[in-house]
């Protein structure tokens, strides 16, 4: 897993003062996605894990001014600290997942001990009924035809998937 901090935003709100949102990018088994998030929710995950595992130190709370110089020090400093939980943990807690919106397959003991990120979710909800058996990079129906020879081996696979009755016994 590869997670990146790329920009962040300012947000005005007439309910409350206005705040800063850091867009976070995850890379994971090759599919990226975004997910927003203010520092008080970084804040929020800091102190669940620490609960759980060895965390590193995370950019101070209280920021004196808010200009664009310290922000994007900020932003390096959530960065650094999101790549250094992956780094330091060979099994990542179920509540950093959830805080990346990252599906993950059941739990290992390790990571059960954590919690969850949404206390009031229901601990089987989060896992998945079945584990994936083929994966394609890419539709095998939508490639280019390289050369007037067929691909023997995407053919066969997908004639034993779709038509296994068909096969010599």
Known sequence: MEVYIPSFRYEESDLERGYTVFKIEVLMNGRK???????SEFHALHKKLKKCI???????????N???KVLEQRRQGLETYLQAVILEN?????????????????????????GSFDETESEGSSKLSHQPVLLFLRDPYVLPAASDFPNVVIEGVLHGIFYPHLQPR
Do not use: Q
């Open 90 to 114: 060979e099994e990542l807690p179920k509540l950093f997942l959830d805080f990346l919106n990252v599906r993950h397959l059941p739990s290992l003991p390790k990571a059960e001990s954590c």
């Open 54 to 64: 060895k965390t590193p130190e995370i950019p101070s709370k209280h920021v004196r």
């Open 66 to 68: 808010w200009v664009p």
């Open 33 to 39: 996605h975004f997910v927003e998030k203010r520092y």
